[in-house]
């Protein structure tokens, strides 16, 4: 099947067997060709699609919006040690001043001090604080960090994603996602 350019922007909401999404941050998404071919594989069921269509000379499908996977996928228990995780688990704020933007890492105990990369001496920050702080201790430099820095569950940083949607949701994901906006009364 030949993609149309106005066939581009239809992904389609992954769902595991559960019917929660495999992650939410980043939200998983599949390309409209990778959802077409998993349920022409029977490894997904399909619960909405959009109004479009694609066409092959023998066959006509809706593309499909929302998946939902035949088989569980058991989540992850074990976080990796990423930058992208990191910045999550810290809500993408600086943990010396609470800045957003122009992140960067600092190891709170300085790497030329004895410090290690891990989990409970690395925190986001922002370049201005990264630059003050340099390799003195918090004392030395007279800064403290809004929360301790330690290895987040996996279930903790799929609950963390949860707090930032992405900019576009499709009408038929929302009975799907639970982000953490206030109920409606």
Known sequence: MREPSSLKHYPALVLNADYRPLSYYPLSLWPWQEAV??????????????????????????IPSVVVLKDYVKPQKRVAFTR???????????QYCGARGDLTFDHVVPRARGGVTSWENV????????????????????????K??????AEELRNMGRKFPPNYLHESWLDFLYWDAELEA
């Not at 925190?123 to 809004?146: F, H, I, P, T």
């Open 123 to 146: 925190v986001a920050a922002c370049s201005r604080c990264n630059l003050k702080k340099g390799s003195k201790s918090l004392r030395q430099v007279g800064m403290s960090l809004r």
């Open 37 to 62: 071919k998993a349920a022409f594989l029977d490894r997904v069921d399909i619960v909405a699609e959009y109004d479009q269509f694609v066409r092959s000379p023998t066959t006509e499908i809706r």
């Open 84 to 94: 992208f995780n990191l910045f999550l688990r810290d809500e993408f704020s600086c």
């Open 148 to 153: 301790p820095p330690r290895q987040p569950a």
